[in-house]
C-alpha cells in the first residue's frame, strides 16, 4: 500500500512563498524509477495538474498557470519530492495533492495517469 504524506501547507500573502513536500512509502519497487507530481483543486473547481517531475529530475513539466514561478525537486534517498512556489496568487489557492503514477517509467501529467494520491494539504493565499 503506497502512502504519499504531504506537509508545508499554509496562509501566505500574494507575492509571498510556500514550501510543500512529500513524503512517499509503502512500495517494494524503488520511487526513483517513479515520476512524481502535484496537482491542486480549489473548491469548486477541477483538479488541475501543477508539475510533474520524471525519473531523472531534470525532466520536468509545469502548468501553464505556475511555469517561472514554481519549482519541483526531488530527493531520492528519501523519496521525497518538494513544490517551491514563489510570487503565489490568490488564484494558487486550492488543497494541493502528491501523486504517483500507475506506471514506472514515464512521464505523466494526466490525473487519470496517477493511481496513489496523499490527503492533500491546504494552500491559502491572500490578497
Known amino acids: 500500500q503506497v502512502q504519499l504524506v504531504e506537509s508545508g501547507g499554509g496562509l501566505a500573502q500574494a507575492g509571498g512563498s510556500l514550501s510543500l513536500s512529500c513524503g512517499a512509502s509503502?512500495?517494494?519497487?524503488?520511487?526513483?524509477?517513479?515520476?512524481m507530481g502535484w496537482f491542486r483543486q480549489a473548491p469548486g473547481k477541477e483538479r488541475e495538474f501543477v508539475v510533474a517531475?520524471?525519473?531523472?529530475?531534470?525532466?520536468?513539466h509545469y502548468g501553464d498557470s505556475v511555469k517561472g514561478r514554481f519549482f519541483i525537486s526531488r530527493d531520492y534517498a528519501n523519496n521525497t519530492v518538494f513544490l517551491r512556489m514563489n510570487r503565489l496568487k490568490p488564484e494558487d489557492t486550492g488543497m494541493y495533492y502528491c501523486?504517483?503514477?500507475?506506471?514506472?517509467?514515464?512521464?505523466?501529467?494526466?490525473?487519470?495517469?496517477?493511481?496513489?494520491w496523499g490527503q492533500g494539504t491546504q494552500v491559502t493565499v491572500s490578497s
Open positions: 517531475i520524471g525519473v531523472s529530475s531534470s525532466s520536468t
Open positions: 509503502g512500495r517494494t519497487v524503488p520511487f526513483s524509477i517513479y515520476a
Open positions: 501523486a504517483l503514477p500507475t506506471r514506472p517509467w514515464d512521464m505523466v501529467t494526466t490525473a487519470s495517469d496517477f493511481g496513489s
